[in-house]
């Protein structure tokens, strides 16, 4: 099936998930440690980036400054559409609240501070509600 890439549909139908759990962005020189489980990785030049649950990031003595929490844009969106991670980020950015994007195949992620992460699920579906 492939991904949505009219603005509108993917606004209307991004049905925003609060994934359970608190996560961290942390780098390191190496491989993944044992007991850690990233939801995403990224390769650059200074080393991997993995966004891990906390408890695995403790666990494993990795150093970390940004709890987020992780929400799930359900919408499939296609990768060349337009305007979605704007239209998100600018709808947070209102209100106060930082966003790290993350793109996957089928879907849109976004980690954002962990204790505002009601506020941005709220925020989100009112977006939907007002492009519907």
């Known amino acids: 099936m492939a991904g949505e890439s009219d603005l509108r549909k993917?606004?209307?139908?991004?049905?925003p998930q609060l994934n359970p759990g608190r996560y961290v962005f942390t780098a390191v020189g190496g491989g993944i440690p044992p007991g850690a489980t990233p939801v995403v990785t990224v390769?650059?030049?200074?080393?991997?980036?993995?966004?891990?649950?906390?408890?695995?990031?403790?666990?494993?003595?990795?150093?970390?400054e940004y709890v987020a929490g992780w929400i799930t844009l359900r919408v499939h969106s296609a990768l060349e559409a337009v305007?979605?991670?704007?239209?998100?980020?600018?709808e947070l950015a209102d209100v106060g609240l930082?966003?790290?994007?993350?793109a996957g195949f089928h879907h849109d992620h976004l980690f954002v501070p962990y204790e505002r992460v009601a506020e941005a699920v709220a925020v989100l579906e009112e977006l939907a509600r007002r492009s519907a």
């Open 98 to 102: 930082s966003c790290n994007v993350v």
């Open 43 to 64: 390769a650059e030049q200074e080393g991997l980036t993995l966004v891990v649950r906390q408890e695995e990031a403790d666990a494993a003595g990795l150093a970390y």
């Open 10 to 15: 993917l606004l209307t139908g991004m049905r």
């Open 83 to 90: 305007g979605l991670t704007a239209a998100v980020a600018r």
